[in-house]
Nanobody, 117 residues
Framework: QVRLVESGGGLVQVGGSLRLSCVASESILSTNTMGWYRKYPGKQRDGVGSITSDGTTNYHDSVKGRFTISRDLDKNAVYLQMNSLKPDDTAVYYC???????????WGQGTQVTVSS
């Protein structure tokens, strides 16, 4: 199973920026669409955006123009640059291949983002 490790979260003020990283234990980025998700307490994970195997990105309306997804195939890494952060962005952030996928993976522990007003 592929392991995913997210990092880069933290406490930031409204309007600030953070860059999240997600590193996969195997080379899966060239064969998967990778998604970023966030989870609010007591709720299911929601999609934030994704990057396809050919590098095309898509974003949820709530983050368009503020968040940018990129990747480094050599490092098996996907990144989430978050700018103009809002209190509603406070959540635990995860990355994973999007459905459908033939990749067996384990969800990572996520990384906590807290935006203070």
């Amino acid at each position: 199973q592929v392991r995913l490790v997210e990092s880069g979260g933290g406490l930031v003020q409204v309007g600030g920026s953070l860059r999240l990283s997600c590193v996969a234990s195997e080379s899966i980025l060239s064969t998967n669409t990778m998604g970023w998700y966030r989870k609010y307490p007591g709720k299911q994970r929601d999609g934030v955006g994704s990057i396809t195997s050919d590098g095309t990105t898509n974003y949820h309306d709530s983050v368009k123009g503020r968040f940018t997804i990129s990747r480094d195939l050599d490092k098996n890494a996907v990144y989430l640059q978050m700018n103009s952060l809002k209190p509603d962005d406070t959540a635990v952030y995860y990355c994973a291949p999007t459905f459908p996928t033939a990749t067996y993976y384990l969800w990572g522990q996520g990384t906590q983002v807290t935006v203070s007003s």
